[in-house]
């Protein structure tokens, strides 16, 4: 059963944006914290921006002042505004929710930042 559903990825030059989006199965969004991570190739997955149900923000430093994390609680999804985009932001972004403890994945989509 698919639970998390990424949409948005894609090819961008640098200095480009994207915008990220993930539904998710509404009784799994209202009570979970939810966040983005990326992997590049031959490196670890790394947590980039994160949103609590209450609506805190936290970013990477990384990405901070060009991403924008937002949550819609009416259509139980999360989105990652990606501005200023960097060649080095080139990853495979996954969505993930963090629900009593348990942390649930989608597929991930690719992001591709030309230089």
């Known amino acids: 059963q698919v639970q998390l559903v990424e949409s948005g990825g894609g090819l961008v030059e640098a200095g480009g944006s994207l915008r990220l989006s993930c539904a998710a199965s509404?009784?799994?969004?209202?009570?979970?914290?939810m966040g983005w991570y990326r992997q590049a190739p031959g490196k670890q997955r790394e947590l980039v921006a994160s949103?609590?149900?209450?609506?805190?923000?936290n970013y990477v430093e990384s990405v901070r002042g060009r991403f924008t994390i937002s949550r819609d609680n009416a259509k139980s999804t999360v989105d990652l505004q990606m501005n200023s985009l960097k060649p080095e932001d080139t990853a495979v972004y996954y969505c993930?929710?963090?629900?009593?403890?348990?942390?649930?994945w989608g597929q991930g989509t690719q992001v591709t930042v030309s230089s």
């Open positions: 509404r009784s799994i969004f209202t009570l979970s914290d």
């Open positions: 949103i609590t149900r209450g609506g805190i923000r």
């Open positions: 993930n929710a963090v629900l009593r403890g348990l942390s649930l």
